[in-house]
């Protein structure tokens, strides 16, 4: 399928293809998660750094920073891969939330701007906005698409599958102020359920689950495939009011663990196993817990967030795991 939507004019798209041969040159390799965040910080339009040693085996987690303009490549909850990016101009701003990989095609052209190539796409909604190869200025440039360098966009579609999650968050507009790791705030889940427990896993009997949980709502939501099938009530008595992304994964004896994906602002926790301590601080009903339990799955993602779970006055509704059709 083609997109309805691109990133730029023909012209030029075509020529940034052009462009990646040289900026492959600016990928480097590292052997260490502390080499990988000290280079991460280093990073120039362009350039980007791939290690998929340092964790060869897990679920795979994209985090693309609207702030910073940088996408973090996560496996088994250890970063593996940082890249400079350029997200949607104002106007044409890439929408934040967190999506599922609903198309791969390494030769996409577009259906809008004259055929013009999209290397590497990766679909993440149906209205046209992808990861893909393309330009990179050092600021927001596209019309919405996340623009990778050619070299790191190959190496991430040969890592990822379908239904590989993607988190976007932050604000271009503003790189100082919300680079703190606001994965939803301050908008809002999109759903149509009215506020209230229920639980249905029949509205999405396959595909990828995520939870967000909610400290302002003092409740979760689950998502499959993109649809909610379940609510409760979730009493979160932390103190912490930062946004957090969890990976639930093996440890080295092949137990479940959910590991914190370090995104902006928490970079220090990346790799970090959830501890008991913490875990006893959320009190979700058994009842629920039960029915939720036997769907945990290794790669499902949680979200711990401060927005509400549905759209207020002042929320705005928000894609959370865009699912495919």
């Known amino acids: 399928m083609r997109s309805s939507r691109l990133c730029h004019p023909a012209w030029i798209l075509a020529f940034a293809c052009l462009l990646p041969l040289a900026a492959g040159a600016q990928g480097a390799k590292t052997s260490s998660a502390v080499e990988m965040a000290r280079q991460a910080d280093q990073l120039k339009p362009g350039q980007w750094l791939w290690a998929p040693q340092i964790a060869p085996q897990g679920p795979l987690l994209v985090f693309v920073d609207l702030s910073k303009q940088l996408a973090t490549v996560y496996r088994n909850g250890v970063r593996i891969g940082v890249s400079t990016v350029s997200t949607g101009k104002p106007g044409h701003e890439t929408p934040t939330g967190v999506f599922t990989i609903l198309q791969k095609d390494a030769r996409h052209r577009s259906s809008t701007y004259h055929n013009a190539p999209m290397p590497y796409q990766q679909r993440l909604t149906w ?11 050092g600021y927001p440039e596209s019309h919405g698409c996340v623009h990778l360098p050619y070299e790191f966009a190959k190496a991430l579609f040969a890592a990822t599958g379908r239904t590989t999650t993607v988190v976007i968050a932050g604000d271009s507009a503003h790189p100082v102020t919300t680079g703190a790791g606001a994965v939803l705030a301050p908008a809002a889940v999109a759903t149509a359920t009215p506020a209230g427990d229920f639980w249905e896993p029949g509205r999405s009997p396959s595909g990828p ?6 400290r302002s709502d003092q409740a979760l939501s689950v998502l499959r495939n993109g649809i909610e099938i379940g609510r409760s009530a979730a009493r979160n008595a932390s103190g912490d009011d930062a946004t957090h992304v969890l990976v639930l994964g093996n440890d080295k004896d092949g137990r479940q663990v959910w590991t914190y994906a370090g995104v902006s ?5 990346a790799g970090r196993v959830l501890d008991e301590a913490t875990r006893n601080l959320v009190h979700i009903p058994p009842a629920f817990y039960d029915k939720v339990s036997p769907l945990l799955a290794t790669g499902t993602t949680l979200l711990v967030t401060q927005a509400p779970l549905s759209a207020g006055e002042t929320g705005a509704a928000l894609t959370v795991m865009s699912g495919a059709r």
Not at 127 to 137: F, I, M, Q, S
Not at 209 to 214: E, F, P
């Open 127 to 137: 209205d046209g906005v992808a990861l893909h190869a393309g330009g990179l200025p």
């Open 209 to 214: 689950l995520t939870i967000v949980m909610s």
């Open 265 to 269: 602002g928490h970079d220090a926790e």
